[in-house]
Antibody, heavy 120, light 111 residues
Framework: QVQLQESGPGLVKPSETLSLTCTVS??????????WSWIRQRPGEGLEWIGY???????YYNPSLKSQVAISVDPSKNQFSLRLTSVTAADTAVYYC????????????WGQGTHVTVTS | QSALTQPASVSGSPGQSITISCTGT?????????VSWYQQHPGKVPKLIIS???NRPSGVSNRFSGSKSGNTASLTISGLQAEDEADYHC???????????FGTGTKVTVL
């Protein structure tokens, strides 16, 4: 059974960088056929796709966040990570990591989500 | 790329059928059969209930069904039950400047 688990600080100060890590178990992050993705949900709002990455490092990002976002993969730890720079209160959200089936474009496994608050 | 359009809320009585729409464009919903639906109970993780417009993953109740016509995809819940009260989100592949886009989300209330 594939499992994903987010980790990282729950509080970030405005203008700083938000860094989260997703640890994958039950599957190798270097297995083909899947992308590894980040999604967020602001309080009371819908889901927002942030971006995803293939294990060889090809990343795709939401254009609305592209200047702030970087997603990377660490195959040695079976993890992938999110960096979001220059955060504001608008980046307060629950952040989910998820797996995307390549070629089919659906999210089949999700992490439990981690709540991040941007506050001074 | 704007979010796909869903009604903010839909309600129905137990046993009834309800349908949630997800409207996009020819660049996303209308152009590809890569629409998926997710159920999210309050405070919980979204769960995949429909992929590729109408495919139901193993373990998902057959009361959930998906379809598409033109630029609008639909999720139908038949035999509505109290446990179906949740938020529902659609998503689609898109050929525009972002490969994936979510819908605005719909709150389903069981009366």
């Amino acid at each position: 059974q594939v499992q994903l688990q987010e980790s990282g600080p729950g509080l970030v100060k405005p203008s700083e960088t938000l860094s989260l890590t997703c640890t994958v178990s039950g599957a190798s992050i270097t297995s083909g056929g899947v992308y590894w993705s980040w999604i967020r949900q602001r309080p009371g709002e819908g889901l927002e796709w942030i971006g995803y990455i293939y294990y060889i490092g090809s990343g795709y990002y939401n254009p609305s966040l592209k200047s702030q976002v970087a997603i990377s993969v660490d195959p040695s730890k079976n993890q992938f990570s999110l960096r979001l720079t220059s955060v504001t209160a608008a980046d307060t959200a629950v952040y989910y990591c998820a797996r995307v089936k390549l070629g089919f474009h659906f999210f089949d496994y999700w992490g439990q989500g981690t709540h991040v608050t941007v506050t001074s | 790329q704007s979010a796909l359009t869903q009604p903010a809320s839909v309600s129905g009585s137990p046993g009834q059928s309800i349908t949630i729409s997800c409207t996009g464009t020819r660049s996303d919903v209308g152009g590809y059969d890569f629409v998926s639906w997710y159920q999210q109970h309050p405070g919980k993780v979204p769960k995949l209930i429909i992929s590729e417009v109408s495919n139901r993953p193993s373990g998902v109740s057959n009361r959930f069904s998906g379809s598409k016509s033109g630029n609008t995809a639909s999720l139908t819940i038949s035999g509505l039950q109290a446990e179906d009260e949740a938020d529902y989100h659609c998503a689609s592949y898109t050929s525009s400047n972002t490969p994936l886009v979510f819908g605005t989300g719909t709150k389903v209330t069981v009366l």
